[in-house]
């Protein structure tokens, strides 16, 4: 009687564990995806961006900046460039815009301090229109934009009225 040999059934079973632990790990192993940049991007545009890739939108949270337009993304966290899982939650910082400010009511003052006052500001132009008034020289007695009013120095343009005094009659 002859003995068959065992050999071929050590390899096929050690073929068939590696197989199965290459099969395995394929399955069970995720596919990492780079996180594209959305920077510039509409929050919209920006979200289903990464939702099409498989990413899930975390945090959004908002922020003022003088670059970005307002309702466009400004960062992702974690940052463009990086390789993260499908599934994996993105967080978004979104523009607010360039940040307002309210308009000072200047009427009444001198418009040399105003303007000493506003010298380092960024408005785009200050008009000073002379009229003639019954007010000491120099007084502000109007301003546009109006006091109160919500302004963005870089795109603000400031008018004042101010008093030369009293037109001479001869």
Do not use: C, W
């Amino acid at each position: 009687v002859k003995k068959k040999s065992k050999m071929p059934f050590v390899i096929g079973g050690i073929l068939l564990a590696l197989v199965l632990a290459f099969v395995g790990y394929q399955l069970l192993k995720t596919e990492k995806i780079e996180i594209p940049s959305v920077a510039t991007l509409s929050l919209e545009d920006a979200m289903k961006q990464l939702q099409d890739l498989g990413f899930v939108i975390g945090e959004v949270t908002e922020r003022n900046d003088e670059n970005i337009e307002l309702n466009h993304v400004i960062e992702s966290n974690p940052r463009a460039g990086i390789l993260r899982e499908k599934g994996s939650e993105i967080d978004l910082v979104v523009s607010l815009g360039i940040e307002s400010s309210e308009m000072i009511d200047y009427v009444s003052r001198q418009i040399e301090q105003v303007q000493a006052m506003l010298e380092n500001r960024e408005f785009v132009d200050i008009i000073v229109d002379k009229v003639y008034s019954h007010l000491p020289v120099g007084e502000i007695i109007e301003q546009s934009p109006l006091a109160g009013e919500s302004i963005i120095p870089a795109e603000t343009t400031i008018v004042f009225k101010v008093s030369q005094g009293r037109k001479l009659v001869k």
